[in-house]
């Protein structure tokens, strides 16, 4: 957790400055990848609603693992990592 810069207050959203980074792995990109012998990047890099795919990720600044499976992602993801800034390769 870290300080929202407009109110100050502590907020789950930001590390830092700025907008927090989500990155998950795709399993059915993994399986997909598997049967069909391609190589799709199965990494995926959230920022706001902008989706960047890769095979390797750069963490930026700080960064923590979130387990929630009671309250997972809109994408159905349960386990991600939350990052001041992501750099996406491949």
Known sequence: MGRCPATGNY?????????MVRIHVNQHVIRA?????????PLVIIRGSK???????????AARVVYSPDKPLSCGAR???E???AIGKG
Not at 11 to 18: A, D, S
Not at 51 to 61: D, K, M, S, T
């Open 11 to 19: 907020h789950r959203r930001y590390l830092g400055e700025g907008v």
């Open 33 to 41: 990848n598997k049967m069909k012998g391609e190589r799709n990047p």
């Open 51 to 61: 989706r960047e795919y890769a095979n390797e990720v750069q963490i930026i600044g």
């Open 79 to 81: 386990i991600w990592i």
């Open 83 to 85: 990052a001041q800034d």
